[in-house]
């Protein structure tokens, strides 16, 4: 049974910046915090002082200022979209190589938010003929980035051209392993009531990993209110051929719904 553990770190957004700032500044003082501070150092013992003195270095109280949202940052870093060359339309499936023959892909995905609240995650589900993961460890996120195998490796911190990305050894992918499925997750989307229409210019490309040539990209273009999760595509095996498919739907599911969806049980 696997574990998931909490994101530790996600990305500041407007919403948590704030948040954090609000627990580690202190507030500027004024007259109304500063008669509270002295009256708690006098009740823990300090020596009080004259009331006339305190009065005569008394500033005028300045007017309160409300940090808004706005006011800490009004939206994410905008992650610039790079250009997509071979590009398949939703649904379509294409061939990319050869069993034995195709050494390595590296699938890059990419994404902005219209909300700053959404933080996006990407996860990979090694499947077997059935479906399923084979085990509870074959899939990797941001808490777990090597599969079992050692096929997959999920590099979460992207690179200068995407957000995201995760590297394919097909020479080291276990022989049961026949689907690679690539999702989106939005970070606590079911408790922040978040979804899919609040992110824009969501892609998915695979790549050369020596050269960094294109091989093929989708850019979503369906975003769904009652979606959470997007599945942007797939790689998959059809007789000896490895084939991408784009497939641009996703569920109303949390990560940890995503594993059950796939057959990774988890407490």
């Avoid at 003195?53 to 005028?60: E, L, S, V």
């Avoid at 610039?80 to 939703?90: A, F, H, S, T």
């Avoid at 739907?249 to 059950?260: I, K, P």
Wanted: hydrophobic fraction near 35%; include cysteine; charge should be neutral.
């Amino acid at each position: 049974m696997f574990q998931i553990p909490t994101k530790i770190e996600p990305a500041y957004t407007a919403g948590n910046v704030l948040t954090l700032n609000q627990q580690k500044i202190q507030p500027a003082l004024h007259r109304g915090n500063i008669l509270s501070v002295n009256l708690k150092e006098t009740s823990s013992g300090h020596v009080q002082e004259n009331p006339k003195r305190t009065q005569a270095y008394r500033h005028p109280e300045p007017a309160p200022v409300t940090p808004t949202v706005s006011s800490v940052f009004s939206a994410p870093q905008k992650h610039d979209i790079p250009v997509l060359r071979n590009v398949i339309q939703k649904g379509q499936k294409v061939r990319i190589g050869t069993v034995g023959q195709l050494p390595k892909v590296r699938v890059a995905l990419g994404w902005n938010v219209s909300n700053p609240q959404c933080d996006i995650d990407l996860s990979a589900y090694l499947l077997d003929a059935s479906g399923k993961v084979p085990g509870d460890d074959w899939f990797v996120f941001y808490g777990q980035t090597l599969s079992p195998d050692g096929s997959v490796a999920l590099h979460v911190n992207g690179s200068r051209a995407d957000r995201e990305y995760a590297d394919i050894d097909f020479f080291k992918l276990n022989t049961s392993i026949r689907k690679i499925v690539f999702v989106l997750t939005i970070n606590e989307a079911l408790e922040r009531h978040l979804n899919f229409s609040m992110v824009k210019d969501a892609y998915i490309r695979l790549l050369d990993p020596d050269s960094g040539q294109e091989i093929y990209s989708f850019m979503l273009t369906d975003y769904y209110d009652n979606v959470t999760s997007m599945m942007l595509g797939e790689i998959y095996l059809h007789n000896t051929e490895w084939k991408f498919n784009a497939i641009g739907n996703g569920v109303a599911r949390d990560l940890a719904g995503l594993c059950q969806l796939y057959g990774v049980e988890t407490n």
